[in-house]
């Protein structure tokens, strides 16, 4: 058994420092029920992870779970949903051949005539690579080495920390960073400067 970390068993054999090659332009899509048990997965989902749709359905959506992935983040994460919250993370995920890729987030939420939540729907992007390499891994990285030596309750902390000293939100942090990014890129027209963040980057 393979174990992270955090000493959890994760699902694959091999990690494969690479990343996987897919068309960024792609949306990867899933819908999970109230526990995370994936019903549905789109073409782009298949494609990039690897696993055939029989692999898939009736799995926890931990089977692309990346070891290098801090605990607080999904933690963060199921406190948003189970409340009814959209959240947006930057997650790396570990496709079948042990390759990663990143991804950010963007939830639906959908509920039955009493109110309780059913179905929870996750739309996925690329983020820039600067993004990745100059700030996401580097506060990855020291929160898994927090939760390895002392716990999640102090990488719960630290990310407080680093979220006050910047007085932002996780969301407002992560987006502020893939915002910047693109405006240096110089991709963006002035149209779609003015159509704004969230409806450019997930299409609302
Ligand atoms: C709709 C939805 C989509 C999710 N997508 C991912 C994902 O792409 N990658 C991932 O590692 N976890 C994802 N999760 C979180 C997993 O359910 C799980 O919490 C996470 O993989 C960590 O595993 P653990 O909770 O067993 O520690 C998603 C959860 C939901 C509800």
Request: proline fraction near 3%; include cysteine.
């Amino acid at each position: 058994m393979n174990l992270d970390y955090n000493n959890r068993p994760y699902n694959k054999r091999e990690i494969i420092d690479k990343e996987v090659t897919w068309d960024k332009t792609q949306v990867i899509m899933s819908k999970t029920n109230a526990r995370g048990i994936i019903e549905y997965a789109n073409e782009v989902f298949v494609d990039v992870c690897g696993y055939e749709d029989y692999e898939l359905m009736g799995q926890p959506h931990s089977i692309i779970r990346h070891p290098d992935m801090p605990k607080v983040l999904f933690k963060v994460l199921w406190e948003k949903l189970k409340n009814g919250e959209n959240f947006h993370a930057i997650v790396k995920n570990l496709a079948k051949s042990g390759r990663y890729y990143w991804v950010i987030t963007d939830f639906d939420i959908s509920r039955n005539d009493e109110g309780e939540i059913i179905n929870y729907f996750a739309r996925r992007r690329s983020v820039p690579q600067e993004v990745i390499t100059n700030h996401i891994e580097p506060l990855y990285r020291k929160l898994l080495q927090i939760e390895g030596a002392s716990g999640m309750e102090y990488s719960e902390k630290y990310l407080n920390g680093f979220l006050e000293e910047r007085n932002k939100t996780y969301v407002q942090y992560i987006l502020e960073l893939i915002y910047n990014q693109e405006k240096l890129d110089n991709h963006n027209t002035k149209a779609e400067e003015e159509k704004g963040f969230f409806s450019r980057f997930f299409g609302k």
